[in-house]
């Protein structure tokens, strides 16, 4: 069962605009969520958390926004610049759990 | 900036053989985790380990698979009689366990490919 989801396999966005990536989750045991950026061949590399008694969390270009009535996070990019181009995996956990993982989007940042 | 580090980058292995996939995590870290990614497919969770033992497995994590940290700064997974299917990058990661969200800082990867 997938407990998280991100729906979106791919999304196109224009150098210097915003890019939302999307997931949803099924579990509301979970304390916090994190969003990581992997490239090719290299490990996951973490961006951006949000605990779950939270419902914004901000960190330079990035912002996580988690609605819990919805079981809904996001994650905000702004500008997009042509390095955000990678695959973005959303993941949760509970207290020292190992984390559970969407399927990952490929954000691809057009010139 | 500190980083965890994975050796070696790619293993070959054959079908049956025994391999031992190294990780040195972030020295002041007390959690540590495996973790693998299948061709195609989502990053899974295999193992966490915590005071010198583990503390969660998964349901792939089976009779084969182990983990040890033989010395203050190693963590080694090893899968005893490999298969095919056990062809994946398996990523280690560690946290520090000491705030409310267990961030986790994972490594490049080890490429396993079993003939």
């Known amino acids: 069962d997938q407990q998280v989801k991100q729906n979106s396999p791919s999304l196109s966005v224009q150098e210097g605009r915003i890019s939302i990536l999307n997931c949803d989750y099924t579990?509301?045991?979970?304390?916090?969520f994190l969003w990581y950026k992997k490239y090719p061949a290299e490990g996951p590399t973490f961006l951006i958390s949000i605990s779950s008694i939270k419902d914004k969390n901000e960190d330079g270009r990035f912002t996580v926004f988690l609605n819990k009535s919805a079981k809904h996070l996001s994650l905000h990019i702004v500008p997009s610049q042509p390095g955000d181009s990678a695959v973005y995996f959303c993941a949760s956990g509970g207290g020292a759990d190992g984390l559970t993982f969407g399927k990952g989007t490929h954000l691809i940042i057009q010139p | 900036e500190p980083e965890v580090t994975q050796t070696p980058s790619h293993q070959v292995t054959q079908m049956g053989q025994e391999v031992i996939l190294r990780c040195v995590p972030i020295?002041?870290?007390?959690?540590f985790y495996w973790y693998r990614q299948i061709l195609g497919q989502k990053v899974e969770f295999l193992v966490s380990f915590y005071n010198n033992e583990i503390s969660e497995k998964s349901e792939i994590f089976d009779d084969q698979f182990s983990v040890e940290r033989p010395d203050g700064s190693n963590f080694t997974l090893k899968i005893r009689s490999t298969k095919l299917e056990d062809s994946a990058m398996y990523f280690c990661?560690?946290?520090?366990?000491?705030?409310?969200?267990?961030?986790?800082?994972f490594g490049p990867g080890t490429r396993l490919t079993v003939t």
């Open positions: 020295s002041n870290h007390l959690y």
């Open positions: 990661a560690s946290s520090t366990g000491t705030s409310t969200v267990y961030e986790q800082y």
């Open positions: 579990n509301s045991m979970f304390d916090y």
